[in-house]
């Protein structure tokens, strides 16, 4: 407590009286304080309107303000002071009740720093953020959420949310939050608003010490637009579907109705063939002059049937590439039936297939153990018999050939590598060996590039995939990935159905 005097024009004046303490928060003993004016306690930068209050104390009147003192060390002191008008001797002087609040003002600052902290955390998200009570007023919100209706979040505090995002008197149905407050767990639901955007919301409920709801937060992000892009993507995708299936359909049915009239344009130049024959039968007892006996025979014994073979052969490569084309359209049409296969059977039965390509290519196999997978059998079959066969069809003769299969199991998947230590493909050429009809310019071999195609349809329909590494004159290495055993839900199992 401190008393001092008024000056004569109406100022805090001289200190007269301070109790202990009053002494020990300056820091001054108390003749030192008794020598002091009250304003040499004030800190220069305190706001207080000295003059107001003197004001107020001389109409009678009690005031409670604060103030900014400095003791004697220089530290600055908050205070409350609660002064009150004395007449002392007939004179005015005032009784000031000073109470540190330094307190009370450091865990006013730290609430100010952890509200602007809890600010800066909630505004750093994209997310919006919400706070409600029960009622779902909104309690607070970050800058995302104000800002998705144009507001800021001062503005939302108050109000509650079906009025602000769907301008509703009454909570959405389905409303999360009214689900998280009721069940006390955490609830999602994606919502449209009257302007057709649409939210992806969050809501779990805040439990006090008691264990009883007191509040709830909501998460919620903007998912109109991935939401448009995946119905567009799933249009298209569909449209896709539907014009692949019209192709390929369309495809099937020209590529089996082309065979008819070829079969016709062979069978004919079988008879024409026959028919040359007879027509030379008949020239030769017909005693024709020489010269068109020669030149006639010319054209009998060497041009007509050269050009016949060479119809036949075109017929027949034609024929041969149509079979091929209905081989890559049956295969996507052909039922699936996926088992959990032993590849170790399966590989032994391939290479028993195919026993005599390998003896004729003098190769050496070689298979180490391999992973089970899950696939079709005759499937699985082909894909591995198209591998070998290319395998051994493409090793290189100037060298001993040795093919080796080998696999291990990489968590989901079952990996597989068909190795050859053959002529190898360039690398213009990796990718497009797996394209329909694609071979490599300059083979010895038959073919019809067709074997390829059929192993990567065939690894796609099964949920896998198939890739090559090469290098010319050192050997090829084909990778097949299927989906390991014990893999639900793999792509597969949805196409188990006939296409
Ligand atoms: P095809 O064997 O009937 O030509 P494929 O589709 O099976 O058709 O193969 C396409 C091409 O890829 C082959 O013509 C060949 O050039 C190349 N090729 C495939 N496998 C191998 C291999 N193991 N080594 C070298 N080249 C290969």
Known sequence: MVLHRVTPDGLPGEILEANDVACRMFGHSRAELQSMDIAGLDAPESPVDVRRIVDELRAGRDVLFEQTHVTRDGRRLPVEVHARMLDLEGRPAILSTVRDISERRRMEDELRRLEREKSL????????????????????????????????????????????????????????????????????????????????????????????????????????????AERERERLSRALEDRNRELQSLMYAASHDLRAPLLNVYGFTGELRRAFEAVRARLAGAGLPPEIRDRLSDLLDRDIPEALEFIAAGVRKTESLLGGLLRVFRLGRAELLLVDIDMDALLAEVVAAMRFQIQEARAEVHIDPLPKCRGDTAQVNRLFTNLLDNAVKYLDPARHGRIRITGRCDGERACYCVQDNGRGIPPQHLEKVFELFHRVPGQASAGDGIGLTIVRRIADRLGGRVRVESEVGVGSRFFVELPAVGEAGSPAADQAAPA
Request: contains cysteine; negative net charge.
């Open 121 to 228: 955390v909630l505004d750093a998200t994209s997310e919006m953020f919400s706070y409600y009570d029960t009622d779902l007023h909104i309690r607070w919100a970050n800058r995302a959420a104000a800002e998705s209706v144009g507001l800021k979040p001062a503005d939302l505090v108050g109000r509650r949310c079906y009025e602000v995002w769907q301008g509703r008197s009454d909570p959405c149905p389905d409303c999360p939050v009214l689900r998280a407050r009721d069940t006390r767990t955490a609830a999602e639901a994606e919502v449209t608003t009257p302007d057709g955007r649409i939210f992806a919301l969050r809501s779990y409920p805040v439990l006090d010490e008691a264990g009883e709801v007191c509040g709830l937060v909501e998460f919620g992000r903007d998912v109109t637009e991935r939401r448009r």
